[in-house]
């Protein structure tokens, strides 16, 4: 089994996806989505070492009735430095296996047309190749989580790039910090956009205020890209805004471990 993990600035987010021949399981293989087993999810924290974070997925792999001779292989990509080599680390001391560290020096199955392709976190150029896999191109991909970021795939399949914006989370949490008399709301839509209250006057701006960002966005993409484009949502944040922004043909929160599976396919693995 493959060990997919996908490390960002809130959650590490893992999926077990079968390794085996099709005729060996009954799974299409032809689907990423049906060869995902599981998904697991623990928090970012870069003081925890690397036998801590083993302890913790082994013992979750085990819950869910994997265990740790199953994985034969794994693929990380990881927004968050200090974490990436104790993942690593954690890779070979627990499983015995080497993993595929995602970066834009692999084969990733597209040209990235960045300005300059290192600085493209590798998330986002996993979730482009899932995207086209399952939806074509040119597609916009839409992640809300920790930040709000914008991606966009040609019709000719070539990653060019995208936008970032400050998630709505990081948001609330400056105004909740920097003010005296703002405090924390519960992230849903208020009633109108006008509030009355303060607490519907933030909702509005947070969760109204992003589904407009999120419209505009992806009209700007389509007019530069193509207006058949297909629009795919994903990130821990994406159902606040999806209600509200009539512009996501698909909502997929397993995105980006199936474009870690595929990257590892494509790179003679599997």
């Known amino acids: 089994m493959l060990l997919t993990i996908d490390i960002g600035n809130t959650a590490v987010t893992m999926g077990v996806f079968y390794d085996e021949p099709a005729a060996a399981t009954g799974v299409n293989k032809a689907n990423p989505l049906q060869r995902l087993v599981t998904t697991l999810r623990v928090a970012t924290d870069s003081r925890r070492l690397a036998d801590e974070y083993g302890i ?68 986002r150029i996993v979730d482009a190749v899932a995207a086209v896999e399952l939806y074509g191109a040119p597609v916009i991909i839409v992640d809300l989580g920790t930040a709000t970021v914008f991606d966009a795939v040609s019709r000719d399949r070539e990653y060019l790039g995208g936008a970032i914006a400050p998630g709505i989370n990081l948001s609330a949490d400056a105004l909740y910090d920097n003010t005296s008399l703002l405090r924390r709301v519960e992230l849903v839509a208020p009633a109108a956009a006008v509030g009355r209250n303060t607490t519907a006057a933030l909702q509005s701006g947070l969760v109204l205020g992003y589904a407009g960002l999120v419209t505009t966005m992806v009209e700007r993409f389509k007019a530069e890209i193509g207006s058949d484009a297909q629009v795919v949502g994903t990130g821990g944040l994406v159902t606040v805004i999806a209600d509200h922004s009539p512009v996501f043909n698909d909502i997929n929160q397993e995105l980006t471990l199936v474009g870690l599976d595929l990257i590892y396919r494509m790179n003679g693995a599997g």
């Open 56 to 123: 913790l997925v082994k013992n979750l792999l085990e819950f869910r009735g994997i265990a740790s001779s199953d994985i034969t292989a794994a693929s990380i990509c990881s927004v968050v430095p200090p974490l990436t080599g104790l993942f690593e680390d954690l890779c070979r001391r627990y499983f015995g296996i080497a993993p595929l560290l995602v970066n834009s020096q692999i084969d990733l199955g597209m040209p990235v047309r960045y300005d300059n392709p290192r600085d493209v976190g590798a998330d």
